[in-house]
Nanobody
Framework: QVQLVESGGGLVQAGGSLRLSCAAS????????MAWYRQAPGKQRELVAR???????IYADSVKGRFTISRDNAKNTVYLQMNSLKPEDTAVYYC?????????WGQGTQVTVSS
């Protein structure tokens, strides 16, 4: 069982930055593909960024060039650096860990971008 705890959300003005963190329990964090998803009110949850155990990354088109996902296996933590934030980035951001059939989610952290 893996527990994921997100932090770093908050209220920021458009153009500002935030860094989200997701701390994971367990000793095999480095094996997991980690991802950030988000869900805005009335919308489906969508993938924001993903990083594999080999540090390969993918991003949603809407965040390319503005967001960066990274991981620190020594700290069992994955990060999402968000720059040039826009009001449309407002959502609850969720951390996700996947390894074979194991699939875990955090409780989410609210990000609100004011115009």
């Amino acid at each position: 069982q893996v527990q994921l705890v997100e932090s770093g959300g908050g209220l920021v003005q458009a153009g500002g930055s935030l860094r989200l963190s997701c701390a994971a329990s367990g000793s095999i964090f480095s094996y997991y593909t980690m991802a950030w998803y988000r869900q805005a009110p009335g919308k489906q949850r969508e993938l924001v960024a993903r990083i594999t155990s080999g540090d390969r990354t993918i991003y949603a088109d809407s965040v390319k060039g503005r967001f960066t996902i990274s991981r620190d296996n020594a700290k069992n933590t994955v990060y999402l650096q968000m720059n040039s934030l826009k009001p449309e980035d407002t959502a609850v951001y969720y951390c996700n860990a996947v390894w074979y059939t194991a699939d875990y989610w955090g409780q989410g952290t609210q990000v609100t971008v004011s115009s």
